[in-house]
């Protein structure tokens, strides 16, 4: 007999303690167990019992050993066997090879029927409480080899009858009973799995039955070789011993290695889902799937700082658990405070040893992983030293996670910024290609960020410098910096895409490196009404000056004549002298007015306040405005309707901005052609219409012309006198009393301004 068959093999129920470890017995399995212990206590009794097996005398009789020291030793060696296992784990179940089988058919041989029973339960039921067993697996177990062996007791009995020679009848017993033996066990093992719905019955038998036959000839070989032995040549029995402990070990390492295989094909794929740069719960739950099934753990958890605890469980399939974070936990992950470690005691419920590592990346401690098993097989420091460095891999992938998670959020508030300026602001690359582009830009230059991006900034944009000549705009900031001076400033006029100007401060600020230029981070800051608000002010100053200035001449010239020879003046001459200083007195309180009224009109409450609306005929106030111009009368030519036109105004006003408009009409047209002024009414307001056929407007100026101090820069109106207020005056007094004052015009033509005014109600005669 060769010592490869020594080995017994048992498929007992340490398997299925890994499908539920810490769960309560269903009910179908509560069942089976209470149906296989009634089942062994009956056969137990029956064997002890029965005449047939109650014999005293053992099958095989050794001279040199008996009694109590026999039993005493088989009881040991039994426990023993027990003990003694080596187990291949598979996915989803473990297989054990132990001696037990043939130790407890040598049982039967070498003892009464009764001694061999109890020596058999007895051995295993020490291995059991040694092991600490859950009760529940242990009863199943004693109850499933109490029915064997006694079934095995009756046939070897019945077959190779009492004190039986070492002949074919023995071995013909010994085969006999280790089948009854080996049935029972399958039989019960598959009910219970059946119970526990991990297959159909037949097919569980099936699965079993070829290895358990396997196991029986082994089982018996085994028998037959020592007890051969045992009863003839007892010194010879470590020869036994030996092929079985070298098998058992030669299996042990098989048994490791492809664990270890199996461990390495798991690292590699968890390697994989970290370097695919995975989400924080990904990399937890392949950390959490791996350690569950690399580890043959029955629980795996991650317990996270912040108090997020995930678990996986062996009964949990691919997908972890958030559990809530107990004292417990907390006090299992503070184990792994002092780095990490394998645990035996203290542990939860079920636990029969546990690896605790923590997770740390770069000094931070983000949490702690505990692998958790049940039942027989605690960790050993290889385990730990496998486990060490995934749990730093996967320390490692969580803290690149949470990197990557504040970086978006950094980028994000920073892109808001970005978004939210009311600056533009373009990051351009060393070459002058545009990388960010927003949407103050877009506003500013009328170029879309899907145009800009990737453009180079001086293909993009035409800008000038301060003297009007074309500029790149990336070039111009590059001549100021330099390492030593990273920012600078530089004023340029933008043309936008729709060809207006604006006026525009670049500020840039650029990163070198050793090689040069990396980008350069451009804010423009549009100076357009700035520049304009400048421009007007100095307009003001040099038209109110010069504007003051022209009454002034002639008062002082003429207040210093009447003061020096005022006397020897005739009458008329001093009379006259007194006109022109009152006229033009006049003129400068018209002046100083219109500049008050100006600065009054700016806020837009203001006009309403400076008009009181009443009602009036605006044939009769255009007639009034116009009789101011007598000098001009030949061309002033006035059209109004036989009608009176009742109009709801401020007469004063009204009067003033028709002057305004007459007066404008007459400086900017020839002196020899007519101007025109019509009263009518038309879709429920009043108008008065000036046409003269002057010089006209520039299109573009139709607007401006409204606005303060704004004045045609023609030859024409530069050389006659004005402040550029009295439309800007007009217009707002216009609104201010309801209406409005419009202009038309063609250049070279002349122009038209109509002034509309509501119509009032005809006052009842
Ligand atoms: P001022 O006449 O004092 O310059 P206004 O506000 O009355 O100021 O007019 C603003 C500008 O509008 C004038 O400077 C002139 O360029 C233009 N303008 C006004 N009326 C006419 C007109 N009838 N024909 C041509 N240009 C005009």
Redesign the pocket.
């Known amino acids: 007999m060769s010592g490869t068959e020594v080995i017994g093999r048992a498929v007992r129920w340490g398997r299925a303690a890994g499908r539920r470890p810490l769960g309560g017995v269903p009910a179908p399995v509560a069942r089976v167990i209470v149906g296989v212990v009634l089942l062994g206590a009956a056969a137990g009794a029956l064997v002890t019992l029965a005449p047939a097996t109650a014999g005293h005398d053992p099958v095989v009789r050794l001279t040199w050993l008996h009694g109590v020291a026999l039993i005493g030793a088989l009881v040991l060696l039994t426990c023993v066997s027990e003990l003694v296992a080596v187990r291949l784990r598979r996915q989803d179940a473990s297989e054990e090879l132990t001696l037990l089988d043939p130790m407890i058919l040598l049982n039967v041989l070498l003892l009464a029927p009764r001694e061999a029973l109890s020596a058999s339960l007895a051995g295993i039921a020490l291995a059991y409480l040694i092991r600490r067993r859950t009760p529940v697996k242990a009863v199943f177990n004693l109850g499933t080899y109490a029915t064997a062996a006694s079934l095995m007791i009756v046939l070897v009995r019945l077959a190779a009858g009492h004190e039986a020679d070492f002949d074919a009848r023995l071995v013909a017993a010994l085969l006999l009973g280790a089948a009854g033996f080996v049935a029972v066990n399958v039989g019960a093992m598959s009910v219970l799995f059946a119970a526990m719905g991990a297959g159909r019955l037949w097919e569980l038998v099936r699965e079993d039955a070829r290895s358990a036959a396997f196991t029986l000839i082994a089982t018996v070989a085994l028998t037959a070789t020592g007890v051969s032995i045992a009863a003839h040549t007892p010194v010879l029995l470590p020869v036994v011993v030996l092929p079985a402990a070298a098998i058992t070990y030669a299996y042990r390492a098989t048994a490791t290695e492809a664990e270890e295989r199996d461990r390495s094909a798991r690292v590699l794929a968890f390697s994989q889902v970290l370097a695919s740069s995975p989400e924080r719960d990904d990399a937890v739950t392949a950390f959490l799937r791996l350690a569950r099934d690399g580890f043959y753990a029955d629980e795996v958890l991650a317990v996270m700082d912040g108090d997020n605890v995930l678990s996986l469980g062996a009964a949990d399939g691919a997908e972890p658990r958030a559990l809530a974070p107990t004292e417990e936990l907390r006090r299992l992950a503070g184990r792994a405070d002092r780095g990490a470690a394998v645990l035996v005691d203290g542990l939860p419920a079920g636990w029969s040893g546990a690896l605790v590592a923590p997770l740390e990346a770069g000094g931070v401690r983000l949490g702690t992983v505990v692998i958790g098993r049940s039942g027989r097989g605690r960790f050993t420091p290889q385990d730990l030293s496998v486990l060490t460095p995934i749990a730093s891999a996967l320390a490692a992938a969580l803290r690149n996670v949470q990197h990557l998670v504040q970086l978006v959020e950094e980028s994000s508030k920073l892109r808001a910024v970005v978004d939210q300026s009311s600056d533009g602001i373009l990051v351009l690359d060393n070459s002058g290609v545009v990388q960010v582009w927003n949407p103050a830009l877009e506003r500013l230059s009328g170029w879309s960020e899907a145009e800009a991006l990737g453009a180079r900034l001086g293909d993009l944009i035409e800008t000038q410098d301060v003297d009007g000549n074309p500029v790149d705009a990336f070039e111009a900031g590059l001549q100021g910096l330099s390492p030593v001076a990273r920012q600078v400033a530089v004023d340029l006029t933008l043309i936008r895409k729709d060809g207006e100007r604006r006026s525009v401060r670049c500020i840039h600020a650029a990163t070198f490196d050793a090689f040069g230029l990396v980008r350069d981070v451009v804010n423009v800051h549009d100076l357009t009404k700035q520049r304009q608000v400048e421009k007007m002010k100095s307009d003001f100053v040099a038209t109110v000056s010069h504007e003051l200035r022209t009454p002034v001449t002639p008062i002082k010239g003429y207040a210093d004549l009447l003061r020096r020879k005022g006397d020897s003046m005739t009458p008329e001459k001093r009379a006259k002298a007194l006109d022109v200083i009152c006229d033009r007195a006049a003129h400068l309180a018209r002046l100083v007015e219109d500049l008050l009224l100006a600065s009054n009109v700016s806020t837009e409450k203001e006009p309403a306040r400076t008009v009181v609306i009443e009602s009036a005929d605006l044939a009769q106030l255009a007639t009034r405005a116009t009789e101011d111009f007598s000098p001009a009368a030949g061309r002033l030519r006035l059209h109004v309707p036989a009608e009176p036109v009742p109009v709801a105004c401020d007469p004063v006003r009204a009067v003033q901005v028709l002057t305004?408009l007459v007066s404008?009409?007459l400086?900017?047209?020839p002196d020899d052609s007519p101007v025109d002024v019509e009263v009518g009414s038309d879709g429920g307001r009043a108008r008065v219409t000036v046409v003269?056929r002057?010089?006209?407007?520039p299109a573009d100026q139709l607007e401006q012309?409204f606005e303060k101090f704004?004045?045609?820069e023609d030859p024409m109106?530069m050389s006659t006198s004005?402040?550029?207020?009295?439309?800007?005056i007009a217009r707002h007094l216009a609104r201010a009393m309801a209406g409005d004052l419009e202009v038309t015009?063609t250049l070279g033509v002349g122009?038209t301004?109509t002034f509309h005014l509501p119509l009032a109600a005809p006052a009842p005669d």
């Open positions: 305004n404008n009409a400086k900017y047209s003269d002057g010089r006209g407007l012309i704004h004045r045609v109106v004005g402040t550029g207020l009295g439309l800007y015009s122009s301004f």
